[in-house]
């Protein structure tokens, strides 16, 4: 099966709008950087609070000794302890998040638990390459944030190597219910504490992009969950 792209009309659409949307695109990404330089010194407040929703989608990827994974927006390395047990001293672990002060705090934990195969990079994860593939990715609370959600999403799809998966929380707007009426101010909220993209939806990128997508399962009325998306393997092209 192909990878699911954006077709060539809408490609030349974005190149024609020209500079406006390049640094619209800038624009975004160093205020995502200030919001998470800022918020560095505080995530570790949350971190213990959405363990649940995280090492959920986590397992879901059933990982394996010696598997190479991705974890996208890696904040302070939340998600670190978790991928390494599953992958164990033979995998590799290799993180990105654009905000210096949060790879900094990454690195932190990295050196104080001796771990030899994590590796923490300063990268856009909508344009990041590597040579080798992966065989898994993650993504906590990061995909919502960035200046371009589907380009992130099939950014993630290439890195993959075929059958690879992709494990993603995040959170967004009430999806139903009376409950919607407060969305405006979710917005809002999102908008300021996580510089969230007005303009991306997650959910209906991920299904776009990979061949597979499934929610696991959703909190606090919907605003939360996690997600697991699969790029087909070569034998089920």
């Known amino acids: 099966m192909e990878r699911k792209v954006r077709d060539a009309t809408e490609a030349g659409n974005s190149a024609g709008a020209g500079g406006s949307r390049r640094s619209s ?8 950087r200030r919001v998470w330089d800022r918020w560095s010194d505080y995530y570790a407040m949350s971190e213990r609070d959405l363990e649940p929703m995280r090492e959920a989608a986590i397992d879901r990827l059933a990982l394996e000794s010696g598997d190479r994974v991705l974890d996208v927006g890696c904040g302070p ?5 978790r991928l390494r047990d599953a992958i164990g001293p033979e995998g590799q672990l290799v993180a990105v998040d654009y905000s210096p002060e949060m790879v900094a705090k990454a690195w932190d934990r990295v050196e104080q638990r001796g771990w030899e195969n994590v590796e923490v990079r300063r990268a856009d994860a909508t344009t990041v390459e590597f040579e080798e593939p992966f065989d898994a990715a993650v993504a ?20 993959l190597a075929p059958g690879g998966s992709f494990a993603v929380c995040d959170v967004r707007p009430v999806p139903a219910g009376p409950l919607r009426l407060a969305n405006p101010l979710l917005r809002r909220f999102f908008r300021w504490y996580a510089n969230r993209n007005p303009d991306g939806d997650v959910l209906e990128s991920l299904r776009a992009v990979f061949d597979e997508c499934a929610v696991l399962e959703t909190y606090w009325c919907g605003i939360g969950y996690a997600a697991v998306c699969r790029r087909a393997g070569s034998s089920d092209a």
Do not use: C, I, K, W
């Open 25 to 32: 695109y800038e624009a975004h990404l160093e205020r995502s």
């Open 140 to 159: 906590t609370l990061s995909l919502s944030v960035m200046p371009d959600v589907r380009g992130a999403a099939e950014n993630a799809y290439g890195l």
């Open 77 to 81: 390395g939340v998600n670190f302890e």
